[in-house]
């Protein structure tokens, strides 16, 4: 009868043991939730191929094309809100109001994004990226 007890207890303590792993081994990989950071990724990023003003409510609309299928962003074509509220950093870095046809642009969403083709939302900052950047060498030896 105590073999039998002992063996339940075992296999109970077993199973507690492995119970209690798996709660730790799904936290692994996770930021704290206080920690403040998070996991940044830009919505859309592609060339400007379209600019809407809309002086009336001080704001524009920008239309954003990727060039490649994997840049990274989550939509491949995006036409994007830009208001007073929309911070834009410019190629030096530095805060700019000024977007241009033609310029790469990283855009990260704020608020509901509407699912049309292409989706439609309101950007809350624009990165102009340089083309010099843009640019890979393939060939590691030149």
Not at 60 to 86: C, H, P, W
Not at 100 to 108: I, M, P, T
Request: net charge negative.
């Amino acid at each position: 009868m105590k073999i039998k007890l002992i063996i339940v207890l075992l296999i109970s303590l077993m199973l507690l043991t492995a119970c209690f792993n798996i709660e730790n081994e799904s936290d692994e990989g996770q930021l704290p939730a206080d920690s403040g950071s998070e996991l940044v990724t830009y919505s859309v990023a592609g060339r400007v191929t379209n600019i809407t003003n809309n002086e009336s409510e001080d704001k524009i609309t920008i239309l954003v094309e990727s060039e490649s299928e994997n840049n990274g962003a989550e939509y491949d074509k995006a036409s994007v809100t830009v208001t007073d509220e929309t911070i834009i950093y410019g190629i030096d870095g530095n805060e700019t109001n000024n977007i241009e046809l033609g310029q790469y642009v990283r855009v990260f969403f704020e608020g509901e994004v509407m699912e049309s083709y292409p989706v439609q939302a309101t950007a809350k900052q624009v990165n102009i990226v340089p083309d010099e950047s843009l640019e890979f060498n393939d060939d590691p030896a030149e």
